[in-house]
């Protein structure tokens, strides 16, 4: 039989040729609220055109585009959340990863015409590869120590960017890299970047989410609390942290692809200033500690913020969004999840945290 | 080629010294809070732009404009340290992102103010033109702010050799807890610690400011000299400071006239990664601040 239906304690297990199955609880409570969310999600961008320009102070344009910016940052903070919860490290260089992809996908198709497809395999692998090499420090490097090897690592790609300014374009970029879609509607082609990025982060979330859940997210929280711990318990902790910096590296250097083929042109040193990781930082700090849908929410927040405020401030609005967010910190200590978290049952989730001890 | 090298062992004194009073308020702030002080490049701006604000737009002596201006910061030190670092001490991601919006923001608001294009100058120059040492011409003003660094960082070895609030402080850097357990009032001399690692910025920036433009974003870029200086020190521990601090001046000395200038950051930041993979803790253990 190809598919078999089976009930147990609540749940429907569906069983697919007697080889995986999947489960789905019965009980409204546990997955109505996702599904009203994924629904807005997908839905609220649809009434951007019918919304007056302004509401908000953004036009339907700006708007999609500030999503599928939102988007972008949301790839970078998920691998950021998660290889925080994997690794017990804080990295302060994931736009070094971000732009290492974006250099790959803007080169390999600028040089050598590669397809977008094939460009997204090379930003994902290089990217890797390159977290696969700085992997070791995650065992090597305690603590603080991590933090700041990792801020350094993003001034090494800025001073290499304008070495090799001839390759790399420095502070003019790469212009004429092929855009993922044209359809020569312009409103047409912002929605489809939207969905594209959005299938991106929602594929992202639902890996995390499942493993998170799984055995295995409870041995990356056992090594994040405390590593001693994980080592007693007999995990090779070393190669489970080198392998979630590794392939987190990876899917940052996704969100750099799409900023080169989204722009048509990528520009490295932008995106390696600070404010890049500060935005990526807040999403999931922000958002909610260690909670990955807080960080989708984060990521969404802050670029919608800054967009608003842009709209109705122009030059303070920068310093007006930092104050904002400051004033969030102290205001939030459990994040913008935090606050959705009040209402429900507490569940499990790894915290995320630096060890002091230098 | 003699010529060449000889002016790479003067430079390396220069640009080390340079470094060396960059990173010395950083070192001994991460030495005794054990807080990677991301709000330390505001430093460097206060100073700067504080000055220019008493003298020129609030009209006062030169003189009393920088002693403002290290008072401002005098006032604003326990504030960071009372609202912020106190505050989320126990939860460094928080405190980190904190520290940075603090600096992002006194950047902005900096930039707002003062543009690059309003050319900010602070007349501190002491001594104009260029210095021949045997082959080398230096620049006289970055001599004397090497020296003045290098004195500086002398006056803090003895403060913390010498004196009893140094002791404390080196007991502090040394063992948190054991101290703690003596009756040491921590946030004293937590304060005392963050003002004292709050000067040499300060000095830094207003010998430099004739030979090095200001622009509000300066301080980021001072910052990661210190950073790396600090880092490859071994984080708060001021020997492996004086010797990370002469070993980037080196790097730079010699990328800078042997090979090509522009590779000096990239080199020395390549060199303190791979240095920092073979001895994670830097070059020094950061044990105790001296």
Known sequence: MVMRFEERRGRIIIHFLNRWRFEWVVEPRYWRNPMIATFLWICIPLLIPFTPSGVIGIGPMALLSTLILANVIAISALAHSFQTIGTGRVNFGPHFFVVTGGYVAALLNKSYGVDPIITFLSSFTITALIGLVLSPLTVIARGIYFTLITLILPSILHEFTYWRSDIFGAETGIPGIARLISTGSVIYDLYIYFYTSFIIVAIILLVIDKILRSRWGFILGVINEDEDVAISFGLNIGRIKMIVFTITSGVMGISGWFITHYYGSFTGTVWLEPWMLIFILLSSVLGGKGAIYGTVIGAYFIVLLREVLRSYLRETALLVLYIILLVLLYLLPEGLWGLYRRRRYREYMPSVRIRRKL | ?290
């Open chain 2, 1 to 290: 080629m003699i010529e060449l090298i000889y002016l790479t062992i003067i430079y390396t004194f220069i640009f080390g010294s340079l470094y060396l009073g960059i990173a010395l308020g950083f070192s001994i702030i991460t030495g005794i809070l054990r807080v990677f002080h991301l709000a330390y490049p505001v430093l460097f701006l206060i100073v700067a732009y504080g000055t220019w604000l008493f003298w020129r737009d609030l009209g006062l002596t030169f003189i009393l404009s920088i002693v403002l201006s290290f008072i401002l910061i005098i006032i604003l030190t326990p504030i960071l340290y009372r609202f912020v670092i106190s505050k989320f001490i126990d939860a460094e991601d928080y405190l980190l992102t904190a520290l940075l919006l603090i600096f992002l923001s006194t950047e902005e608001t900096i930039n707002l103010i003062y543009p690059e294009w309003k050319g900010v100058y602070l007349p501190t120059l002491i001594l104009p033109g260029t210095v021949n040492i045997g082959f080398a011409a230096v620049s006289g003003q970055l001599l004397i702010t090497a020296l003045i660094s290098t004195i500086m960082v002398f006056f803090y070895v003895i403060f913390f050799v010498k004196t009893k609030i140094g002791l404390i402080m080196r007991a502090i850097s040394q063992d948190y807890f054991a101290s703690k357990m003596l009756g040491i009032n921590f946030d004293v001399m937590f304060i005392i610690a963050m003002i004292a690692g709050s000067i040499p910025p300060g000095i830094i920036i207003l010998l430099i400011s004739p030979v090095w433009a200001l622009n509000p974003f300066i301080g980021w870029t001072l910052f990661m000299f210190g950073l790396m200086v600090s880092v490859l020190g071994g984080l708060g521990n001021l020997k492996g400071t004086i010797i990370a601090a002469y070993i980037v001046g080196s790097i730079h000395a010699f990328i800078g006239f042997l090979i090509d200038p522009r590779l000096m950051n990239l080199a020395s930041l390549i060199a303190v990664v791979l240095i920092l993979v073979f001895k994670p803790k830097g070059l020094a253990r950061a044990e105790t601040i001296w």
